[in-house]
């Protein structure tokens, strides 16, 4: 449970002005917050027992790339072998 010098210790830590008279409203609504996790916790783990699991991700398969001459032939500026870019600074 988070209490009201918890809440002013994230105030302060995340620059955010506070009055005295706000830390009891902010303390209620940050705890119930916290207990909303818990709730969303719990409904996650009976959930995650009935779903498969797929893996939507594709294996990486090697593959042939482009020559340096090919990636640098539409450059407007190279430099050893290199795109040059503008000086940021």
Do not use: C
Request: cysteine-free; overall charge negative.
């Amino acid at each position: 449970m988070i209490e009201e010098k918890d809440v002013e210790h994230i105030a302060e830590l995340a620059d955010i002005g506070m009055e005295r008279s706000e830390l009891a409203e902010f303390t209620a609504q940050f705890n119930e917050i916290l207990d909303y996790f818990g709730v969303l916790d719990q409904a996650w783990t009976e959930a995650s027992s009935e779903v498969e699991e797929y893996n939507i991700f594709r294996d990486d398969e090697p593959a042939g790339s482009l020559s340096q001459e090919d990636v640098l032939a539409n450059a407007k500026e190279t430099e050893d072998g290199f795109f040059r870019a503008p000086r940021v600074m």
